[in-house]
């Protein structure tokens, strides 16, 4: 009993005979489930019944070979000839080498490969070749899965990269300010403890902080003092043993206390067990790590979050080369925590940080000039943006390069004014605002934008560590809901408020019905106007969420004006975009306007809303707006005559997803 080759049968047959099957069997020969294809002359081939397969029989006859399903063949049965080998045959099974010889032909003028054939005495002798051919397609068959599986897992990780980074690089560009920070692990360093020490050389220290790898955006170490050689910082993911962040520190940006790593983005993709390698590099010299004082034997350090998308960051001593492979792309970042944090005025005044994004200058009477010198940045940077803010006082200000590098000319800010500064920074530059004036002044600073040069790939940095993860199950994530086309969410700063049944006079009909309340993380009246028998309220609504969709900001108008409730949105620039299809006809000074107007025997221009996500996005302002009057007017006296056109709006409007739905 063997299983032999079958490429040398083409040459005893070079013209191959014709393969026939009966019609009846067609269908169920090709619907590609397993089959074991035995010479009809073989004994006891009934024994290969049990095998998990459907037998079939081939009749070699000088005219050609026919195969047949069924034990006994059926008088005049008409037949049908074969275009192509049939794909489930697991094996072929006959009692000599030659004995399908023409059928071994027929398949391989097909071009596809020929199934292995089984040489046996009978069909009970073959049963143990067909196990184990059957144990090596299997095995096959479930590597050639756990690849798709990767494949599939990679490139739904891809996919989610693309999408936190494109919500990111919004956020960046609008001038948004991303979430704060929200620290998941933070362990107090021992200061009595001796030093972890690592040097050049040694394997890198593996700290499992029991956090998974999603949404983490900042590494920081705590050094007990200064470092004499370099500092190399992994995170990977435990399962799949992939780096998904990576920094190499010189000794001379290694002082002694907290440093802060920060990720590009933060970390998305599926959710796997966070590890954290930290080595020493160079010739010399080493890093002297604190001890976390509840775990000796690993070092002090912390991981914050951000939710996917949250920003994008140009980070300070960040390997590129291990950022998936990949050079830093040339789109606009956030400039590192560190450049704001490493401001520092000269001449007269206070500089303090208000936030991680936002320090505040205070200027004193008479004060004349000054100078804020931005703290260090990356490298690789083309040209830098820098947004000022005057709170309070006039002054003017201008922004240069140095040492002898452009510079723009003075501008004058007025209280309450907002304005870009931007110049071109070469690799050794660094960015000096300049200010003069004489009456105090309070001088808020935003975080810089930077925009990155077009850079080479750069050298290979430490080699990335990957773990035996050989036996590790690769399981895809669930599909995510599709979400459809731009401006749908991408990132959400912070989970939407629980919706609040609401009850007495801002019931809407649904007290007993909590999904048919919208939610929302915050609510501002920027804007407030009236006169007799009108009201117009300007309102954002931050992270509106119903019924499966989110919004991450909306600003639109409501208003009454006699027994009329109104909604206005606009498209124009500074308006987050509110509708997939804009349903406005209208136009004026400030741009394109649709106004929907409740009155009390119909609803004006609510036909123009396209059905889908526009008509959820009206319903669920509908929904929330007695809560947002509610929360804007809360102390107002003329807060019953809004509460009621919120009211109305809401049992007007809420039912239009239900009839969209009907």
């Known amino acids: 009993m063997t299983a032999s080759s079958s490429a040398p049968f083409a040459a005893h047959h070079s013209v191959p005979l014709g393969v026939r099957v009966a019609r009846p069997d067609l269908a169920t020969l090709m619907d590609a ?47 049908v000839t074969l275009d ?32 292995p054939l089984i040489v046996a005495e009978s069909g009970l002798a073959a049963l143990p070749a067909l196990l184990g051919l059957s144990l090596a397609q299997a095995t096959e068959a479930l590597l050639q899965v756990a690849a798709l599986e990767a494949q599939l897992v990679a490139l739904r990780s891809e996919g989610e990269e693309l999408r936190g980074a494109v919500a990111a690089l919004l956020t960046t560009l609008g001038g948004h300010p991303p979430p704060t920070l929200e620290m998941r692990l933070q362990t107090a360093p021992d200061p009595a403890a001796p030093a972890l020490l690592l040097q050049p050389g040694d394997p890198p220290i593996v700290v499992e902080p029991g956090l998974p790898t999603s949404g ?150 008479g004060w004349d000039q000054a100078r804020i010198v931005l703290g260090p940045l990356p490298e690789g940077i083309a040209a830098l943006r820098w947004d000022l803010e005057l709170e309070a006082g006039l002054l003017e200000a201008r922004l240069a390069v140095e040492p002898a590098g452009p510079m723009t000319e003075w501008r004058l800010l007025a209280p309450g004014e907002a304005r870009p500064f931007a110049l071109p920074i070469g690799p050794d530059g660094s960015a000096v605002l300049e200010l003069r004036g004489a009456d105090p002044a309070s001088l808020v600073l935003r975080q810089p934008v930077v925009f990155p040069a077009r850079m080479d790939r750069a050298e290979a940095g430490i080699v990335p560590v990957r773990l035996d993860l050989a036996d590790a199950p690769l399981r895809a994530p669930p599909l995510r809901a599709i979400e459809g086309t731009y401006p749908r969410e991408a990132a959400v700063p912070a989970e939407p408020r629980a919706p609040a049944l609401q009850t007495g006079a801002e019931a809407t009909g649904t007290d007993d019905d909590a999904e048919r309340v919208a939610g929302y993380t915050e609510v501002v009246l920027d804007a407030r106007q009236r006169g007799t028998d009108w009201e117009l309220l300007d309102l954002r609504v931050r992270d509106l969420a119903w019924r499966g969709e989110r919004w991450r900001e909306l600003k639109f108008k409501f ?97 239009l997803a239900d009839a969209e739905a009907a």
Not at 63 to 79: F, I, K, M, N
Not at 220 to 243: D, F, K, M, Y
Request: net charge negative.
């Open 559 to 655: 208003g009454i004006a006699g027994s009329n409730a109104v909604l206005e949105f606009r498209r124009a620039p500074s308006w987050p975009r509110a509708f997939e299809t804009w349903p406005g006809t209208e136009s004026d000074a400030y741009g394109d306007k649709f106004v929907l107007v409740v009155e009390p025997e119909r609803v004006v221009g609510l036909d123009r809303i396209a059905l889908g996500r526009d008509t959820t996005l009206v319903a669920a302002i509908a929904v929330a707006m007695p809560r947002i009057v509610a929360e804007v007017l809360i102390e107002e006296e003329e807060a019953p005559a809004c509460a009621a056109a919120a009211t109305e709006i809401a049992a007007r409007l809420a039912g």
């Open 33 to 79: 489930q397993p089959v074991i294809l035995v010479d009809a002359r073989l004994p006891d081939a009934v024994a290969l019944h049990g095998a998990g397969a459907r037998l079939c029989r081939a009749v070699v006859s000088p005219a050609g070979v026919t195969l047949r399903l069924s034990h006994a063949a059926v008088p005049d049965q008409e037949t």
């Open 216 to 365: 983490a955006s900042q590494l920081s170490l705590h050094l007990q003092r200064p470092a004499t050689a370099g500092l190399a910082a992994q995170l990977v993911a435990a399962e799949t043993g992939r780096v998904l962040a990576a920094w190499r520190v010189p000794a001379a940006a290694l002082p002694g206390g907290w440093i802060h790593l920060e990720t590009p983005e933060p970390l998305a993709g599926r959710a796997q067990t966070l590890l954290v390698l930290v080595a020493a590099e160079g010739a010399e010299g080493s890093v002297a790590l604190s001890r976390a004082a509840d775990a000796a034997a690993d070092p002090a350090l912390a991981v914050a979050v951000l939710p996917p998308g949250a920003r994008l960051v140009q980070p300070l001593h960040f390997d590129w080369e291990s950022w998936h492979g990949d050079a830093p792309p040339g789109i606009p970042r956030l400039a590192p925590a560190a450049a704001l944090a490493g401001a520092r005025l000269e001449g007269p005044g206070t500089l303090v940080a208000t936030s991680a994004r936002a320090s505040l200058a205070e200027l004193p009477e």
């Open 84 to 115: 192509h080998a049939p794909s489930g045959v697991l094996a072929l099974v006959a009692q000599t080498p030659r004995s399908l010889a023409p059928l071994q032909a027929w398949w391989a003028a097909q071009g596809v490969p020929v199934p």
